[in-house]
Nanobody
Framework: QVQLVESGGGLVQAGGSLRLSCTAA????????SAWYRQASGKQRELVAS????????NYADSAKGRFTISRDNARNAVSLQMNSLAPEDTAVYYC?????????WGQGTQVTVSS
């Protein structure tokens, strides 16, 4: 069974930083976590950042540019999201995503709460 395991969420004050990590585990086939999405209460899930498995420039939502950095560790089949200068509007559940063909795989989500 495919599973994406996330870690690193929590409560932080505005202006602070958090680092989210995601690895793939328990799979009989290989999936590569490659993106972070978030879903705030009452809103749709939105892409925060993505990175290809083969290199290339990462893609960021406008709200994340200049503050967030996505990176991958191919040896660990992991993807991370470093979030700096956090603001209350960044409060959401953050989800790790992997794609295999037309199928999306999701982590269980990790809560990020930014207090003002």
């Amino acid at each position: 069974q495919v599973q994406l395991v996330e870690s690193g969420g929590g409560l932080v004050q505005a202006g602070g930083s958090l680092r989210l990590s995601c690895t793939a585990a328990g799979s009989t086939f290989t999936i590569h976590p490659s993106a972070w999405y978030r879903q705030a209460s009452g809103k749709q899930r939105e892409l925060v950042a993505s990175i290809s498995t083969g290199g290339g420039r990462p893609n960021y939502a406008d709200s994340a540019k200049g503050r967030f950095t996505i990176s991958r560790d191919n040896a660990r089949n992991a993807v991370s999201l470093q979030m700096n200068s956090l603001a209350p509007e960044d409060t959401a559940v953050y989800y790790c995503n992997a794609k295999l063909g037309v199928t999306d795989f999701w982590g269980q989500g990790t809560q990020v709460t930014v207090s003002s």
